[in-house]
């Protein structure tokens, strides 16, 4: 008997889990979320692009194809952002240029994908206690939230990752547009509600003025308040130095392959790989897959796969000269607060980003030099905002100990790792103690998976 001819329901089901993932919502409200991470794109990359070299062309177009590619897999908008700490270290440190940057990228993503293949990153997930999580979020959070009010506050030297003097009231770049812009998403996304107003206690008999009235509502409740922020900035960066157009080139930048010698990968390796670790396990991986399950219930994440992708991504883009990318928890929650729910959020960013690279390249570097700081700082505010929020759910008092020690020595010592020892140190002393009381030693260690939490 001849054999059944083959089936092709499996390539059938992934096709249709991908066009799942990638369907919008809502259309505004995508749009409107996708605008919830560049206050943590532009400054970074911008700041590395202008000191450094960076070709923004080749980072527009890689973190493009990761945007799109991640949002197809997970099916929410994963975000794909700069690696903070590697970027910090470049603009601090002269002699770290672009060969160093990009092996301390491929390094760290070495690392995570080991770590994802072998299944040790899930043990790692089971080990660390919730409440230590949430204090690296919460700090993350508060870092991301004070970075921003500096960002509106003060005049800022990017390429330097300096404060200058106090941002003037007026202007195209004035304390009083951060203010109004603030107010404006406030009135519009008001905390985070999902629901603006309740429809079950409308009355069945409305006059004529009453229905116009409540229409109107709906109207400017659904305005993608991020969006029209954004574009706001890009207006007010042609208006501010009408020039800039004459220096923006079309066609994408020169791809080429990063050259880096023996001293690139040692120096990569000591000053950028070791301190990036600690964050992206912990922000881009642990605290991620943490937050998509509580955002998102009936999605399936796992630290295995977000280990993989944020691996896989370093090791195709760093050899080209893209900018070292990972996820991250306050991303996630920016997008998610300005509307984002699917995988088509990312991938409508993502398709931006590969027209803006194939199309204008690292050119566009001398546009976004002319955008106002200040409307990048009100959109980092509320992903700060809404990624501290995430540590609400403490419900024990000795939860809310640990995670506030955690926060604050994150923060005092600017130092997620440091954070995450002293917070795991104070757990396991606790932890102690209850069994010194008598407590059962199968409660000592308890740990809350995405699958417990409510």
């Known amino acids: 008997m001849a054999p059944p001819p083959p089936t092709s329901e499996p390539n059938s089901s992934t096709v249709q889990k991908v066009k799942s993932n ?18 943590t794109y532009i400054p970074i990359v911008l700041s590395l692009t202008l000191a450094k070299n960076l070709n923004l062309g080749t980072t527009l177009i890689f973190t493009g194809m990761y945007n799109i590619i991640t949002g197809a897999i997970y099916g929410v908008p994963m ?37 994802g293949v072998t299944g040790l990153m899930q043990l790692v997930y089971k080990l660390i206690p919730q409440c230590v999580v949430r204090g690296i979020q919460l700090a993350q959070g508060l870092s991301f939230a004070l970075t921003a009010v500096k960002y509106v506050r003060k005049v800022q030297d990017l390429p330097k990752s300096k404060s200058l003097d106090q941002r003037h009231w007026l202007g195209f770049d004035g304390l009083v547009l951060a203010i109004v812009c603030v107010c404006f998403i406030v009135i519009i996304n008001g905390a985070g509600d999902d629901q603006h107003h309740d429809d079950e206690q409308e009355s069945i008999h409305q006059t004529q003025v009453q229905s116009r009235v409540r229409r109107a509502k709906r109207v400017i409740f659904a305005l993608p308040s991020a969006f029209l922020v954004f574009v706001l900035g890009v207006v007010l960066a042609f208006v501010r130095r009408p020039r800039v157009v004459h220096e923006i080139k079309f066609g994408p930048s020169s791809i080429e392959v990063v050259k880096m010698s023996r001293h690139a990968w040692k120096q990569g390796f000591i000053k950028g790989t070791i301190p990036q670790l600690p964050l992206s396990l912990l922000n881009s991986v642990i605290a991620v897959c943490k937050l998509s399950s509580d955002l ?33 928890a306050g991303g996630l929650a920016g997008q998610y607060k300005f509307g984002g729910r699917s995988g088509g959020c990312v991938a409508l960013l993502g398709a931006a980003k590969l027209v803006l690279g194939f199309v204008l390249g690292s050119s566009l570097a001398h546009f976004f030099n002319q955008f106002p700081v200040g409307i990048l700082g009100v959109l980092l505010l509320f992903a700060g905002i809404e990624l501290a929020m995430a540590s609400r759910d403490m419900n024990t008092k000795e939860d809310s100990f640990v995670m506030l020690v955690c926060t604050a020595v994150s923060l005092v010592g600017s130092s997620a790792a440091l954070g995450f020892l002293c917070g795991m140190i104070i757990f396991v002393l606790l932890r102690l103690r209850d069994w010194i009381n008598g407590k059962p030693i199968n409660a000592i260690w308890k740990h809350e998976g995405p699958d417990e939490q409510v």
Not at 84 to 111: H, N, R, Y
């Open 79 to 115: 975000p794909v952002q700069p690696m903070k700490s590697i970027a910090a270290v470049a603009l601090a440190d002269p002699s770290f240029s672009v060969p160093e940057i990009m092996a301390s990228g491929i390094l760290t993503g070495a690392t995570l994908l080991v770590l």
């Open 22 to 39: 990638l369907v919008l919502r809502s259309k505004w409200a995508e749009l409107n979320g996708a605008m919830g991470d560049l206050g």
């Open 296 to 328: 998102f219930p009936g999605k399936d994440f796992s630290v295995t796969s977000l280990s993989v992708t944020v691996g896989l991504m370093n090791l195709v883009g760093g050899w080209f000269g893209a900018m070292p990318c990972c996820h991250g």
